[in-house]
């Protein structure tokens, strides 16, 4: 039963299908590094399928961005991802078909700078294929 809530351990459905994670982020998660979800070892990342739907934009004075990476490194996957505008933003690192090597736990942070947001939401979407072919 879905809980809406990032769980504690690697998400796997054993069918051959796309898997994905999905994370809401607003203004108020300013300078939080935000858990998406954790990704199972082997997994390959679709990074044309992946990025940060931004709903409603972020409106802080100077600087409305998101990073997107692990807990080891925040900004692995997008760097400095523009929340400005209400559009589909995909990573922006070199990533194609990057694969994890263990659980991977990945993160968003929201880095607002200037006069504070008042308005801002966005869905950070990873999507992956999990080592299930055999």
Do not use: W
Not at 105 to 126: C, Q
């Amino acid at each position: 039963m879905a809980t809406n809530t990032a769980g504690n351990s690697a998400r796997y459905y054993n069918k051959q299908m796309v898997h994905y994670l999905r994370a809401g982020l607003a203004f108020g998660d300013n300078g939080t590094a935000v858990t998406v979800g954790i990704i199972p070892a082997g997994s390959v990342i679709l990074k044309a399928a992946s990025g940060v739907q931004v709903t409603t934009a972020f409106n802080a004075g100077t600087g409305n961005v998101l990073d997107v990476g692990t807990s080891d490194n925040d900004d692995l996957f997008g760097t400095d991802l523009a929340l400005g505008t209400a559009t589909f933003v995909p990573l922006d690192e070199a990533i194609g078909g990057y694969h994890v090597t263990s659980d991977t736990t990945i993160t968003a942070t929201v880095a607002l700078t200037g006069t504070a947001a008042s308005a801002g939401a966005a869905e950070v979407l990873i999507c992956y294929i999990p080592d299930n072919d055999r």
